[in-house]
T-cell receptor, first 115, second 109 residues
Framework: IAGITQAPTSQILAAGRRMTLRCTQD?????MYWYRQDLGLGLRLIHYSNTAGTTGKGEVPDGYSVSRANTDDFPLTLASAVPSQTSVYFC??????????????FGPGTRLTVL | GQNIDQPTEMTATEGAIVQINCTYQ??????LFWYQQHAGEAPTFLSYNVLDGLEEKGRFSSFLSRSKGYSYLLLKELQMKDSASYLCAALDSNYQLIWGAGTKLIIKP
């Protein structure tokens, strides 16, 4: 592994189903983030984690949950998917020491369609 | 509230120069980032400015004026591969990135 990986690459999901998007980084970054990107809108932060064992809510957390059991992994769960959660989801990480070291590096994204 | 404004779309000619502007309003300020995002791909880091002035990196330069809440990305000697969206993002006092919606740059031959 080099950088950040996400799985699956894409998924079509029936409304009401539970889904976990996976994210793994091997850069030993402290902070990790989940964003959604919708056409015409900027990246919107769903949840973040400044360090293993802690998580926080971003701009659009409703309907999503996260956990950070270790440094490398930051899964995002949709407990009961709804069509408005159709989006491209990006995971990112940063060293998290302030300033330029807050540069975020992104995974390749997961394209999720909820029908 | 916090806000980032940048043009939705710009068109330029191969070999020319283009300037993409960004204005920001944030609660506190810890720097400004520019990212490039090709269609269907992840954003990739281009530049970071925290002090006023111009930072040059090859064909790309980024400028910041903290007093005016303003930044621009300057792309010189445009190439077809520069066709992409350019995202402006400001780091607020809580070290959260506030993102603009992106500027889609179309390069014509």
């Amino acid at each position: 592994i080099a950088g950040i990986t996400q799985a699956p690459t894409s998924q079509i999901l029936a409304a009401g189903r539970r889904m976990t998007l996976r994210c793994t980084q091997d850069m030993r970054h402290n902070a990790m983030y989940w964003y959604r990107q919708d056409l015409g809108l900027g990246l919107r932060l769903i949840h973040y984690s400044n360090t293993a064992g802690t998580t926080g809510k971003g701009e659009v957390p409703d309907g999503y949950s996260v956990s950070r059991a270790n440094t490398d992994d930051f899964p995002l769960t949709l407990a009961s998917a709804v069509p408005s959660q159709t989006s491209v989801y990006f995971c990112a990480s940063s060293l998290r020491a302030g300033g330029s070291t807050d540069t975020q590096y992104f995974g390749p994204g997961t394209r999720l369609t909820v029908l | 509230g916090q806000n980032i404004d940048q043009p939705t779309e710009m068109t330029a000619t191969e070999g020319a120069i283009v300037q993409i502007n960004c204005t920001y309003q944030t609660s506190g300020f810890n720097g400004l980032f520019w990212y490039q995002q090709h269609a269907g791909e992840a954003p990739t880091f281009l530049s970071y400015n925290v002090l006023d002035g111009l930072e040059e990196k090859g064909r790309f330069s980024s400028f910041l004026s903290r007093s005016k809440g303003y930044s621009y990305l300057l792309l010189k000697e445009l190439q077809m591969k520069d066709s992409a969206s350019y995202l402006c993002a400001a780091l607020d006092s809580n070290y959260q990135l506030i993102w603009g919606a992106g500027t889609k740059l179309i390069i014509k031959p």
